[in-house]
């Protein structure tokens, strides 16, 4: 025994019904996906990360350093190897330290 209310026991009238609200819901859908388009469209931009700022300043810095002293590093080289060259191990700890401090 099938109950007939508000006559939506026809099948037609109830896939009528379902297909209307799928195209009304499509067509919301589409007039928010191509209204999202058009403000996003005018306003292109571009921001680089804190780590990608850091790092800009990194090789800003090191294409401005100097040269190598080649003759310090011969000289410390020829210390080495005569054993005159000695370690203060206060200044190699507190140099270690500031470096540390300074990568953060």
């Given at each position: 025994m099938?109950?007939?209310?508000?006559?939506?026991?026809?099948?037609n009238q109830?896939?009528?019904?379902?297909?209307q609200?799928?195209q009304?819901?499509?067509q919301?859908t589409?007039?928010a996906?191509s209204s999202?388009?058009?403000?996003?469209?005018?306003?292109?931009s571009?921001?680089?990360?804190?780590?990608a700022?850091?790092?800009?300043?990194?090789q800003k810095?090191?294409n401005?350093?100097?040269a190598?002293?080649?003759?310090?590093?011969d000289?410390?080289?020829?210390?080495?190897?005569?054993?005159?060259y000695?370690v203060?191990?206060?200044?190699?700890?507190?140099?270690?330290?500031?470096?540390?401090?300074?990568?953060?």
């Amino acid at each position: 025994m099938a109950i007939n209310i508000n006559n939506l026991s026809n099948n037609n009238q109830v896939k009528q019904k379902l297909d209307q609200q799928v195209q009304v819901k499509q067509q919301a859908t589409q007039n928010a996906a191509s209204s999202e388009q058009g403000k996003s469209a005018g306003k292109d931009s571009v921001s680089l990360t804190p780590q990608a700022q850091q790092l800009n300043e990194l090789q800003k810095k090191s294409n401005d350093a100097p040269a190598v002293d080649q003759k310090k590093i011969d000289q410390l080289k020829k210390a080495i190897a005569n054993g005159e060259y000695k370690v203060n191990p206060e200044k190699l700890a507190a140099s270690i330290a500031n470096f540390e401090f300074k990568l953060g």
